[in-house]
């Protein structure tokens, strides 16, 4: 019920086009969706973040997509460029576990010039 | 920027061996967390910390882990008889609010021989 399953495990873009990389989970009482970046050797870095009473939120080049009844979201990058290149993951939490976020599996993201 | 961070970089140390990993959150954030990564896996919740005290733990967190926030500045994070499967990145975050953005410091690359 804790679990945050993450597709798809790689993923290989062209500059410019757009990388999508989709979760899903299975509790209910979570409320909160943030989506990490870490580049290697370094910590997981906040990109953007949504909550339940939106279906989408946009951020530059970076969109959230969140369906609520089918428990999914996404994380789509436009215009995607070689600084991309990093493993993304998704996280959730909410309900009675407060912070505690859980993580999905990662996706590592490689845009080509 | 605020940033979260993280001492020692790197920790070696051998089986059975106590060590302590240090970390600075953000100086106004009220909420403080451990994670884990081990190297090529997602990343793992241990354990949140506010008001002086555990919030919640995962079965990991088990006996031979503590945190401490031993003066205002400093969350630091102990285990007292390494094992070889703790060989991980640890990650220190912290938020200000319960649930909201969690910032992450780089992390200790810990191995234990």
């Known amino acids: 019920q804790q679990q945050v399953k993450q597709s798809p495990q790689s993923l290989i873009v062209q500059k410019g086009g757009i990388s999508i990389i989709n979760c899903a989970y299975e509790?209910?009482?979570?409320?909160?969706f943030p989506w990490y970046q870490q580049f290697p050797g370094k910590g997981p870095a906040l990109l953007i973040a949504?909550?339940?009473?939106?279906s989408e939120k946009k951020e530059g080049r970076f969109t959230i997509s969140f369906n609520k009844s089918a428990k999914q979201f996404s994380l789509h990058i436009m215009d995607s460029q070689p600084g991309d290149s990093a493993t993304y993951f998704c996280?959730?939490?909410?309900?009675?576990?407060?912070?505690?976020?859980?993580f999905g599996q990662g996706t590592i993201l490689t845009v080509h010039p | 920027e605020p940033e979260v961070t993280q001492t020692p970089s790197h920790q070696v140390t051998q089986m059975g061996q106590e060590v302590i990993l240090r970390c600075v959150p953000i100086s106004n954030h009220l909420y403080f967390y451990w994670y884990r990564q081990i190297l090529g896996q997602k990343v793992e919740f241990l354990v949140s910390f506010y008001n002086n005290e555990i919030s919640e733990k995962s079965e990991i967190f088990d006996d031979q882990f503590s945190v401490e926030r031993p003066d205002g500045s400093n969350f630091t994070l102990k285990i007292r008889s390494t094992k070889l499967e703790d060989s991980a990145m640890y990650f220190c975050?912290?938020?200000?609010?319960?649930?909201?953005?969690?910032?992450f410091g780089p992390g200790t690359r810990l191995t234990v021989l």
């Open positions: 996280a959730a939490t909410g309900g009675t576990s407060y912070g505690k976020l859980t």
């Open positions: 975050a912290s938020s200000y609010q319960g649930y909201n953005e969690q910032f």
């Open positions: 949504i909550r339940p009473d939106v």
């Open positions: 509790n209910t009482a979570f409320d909160y």
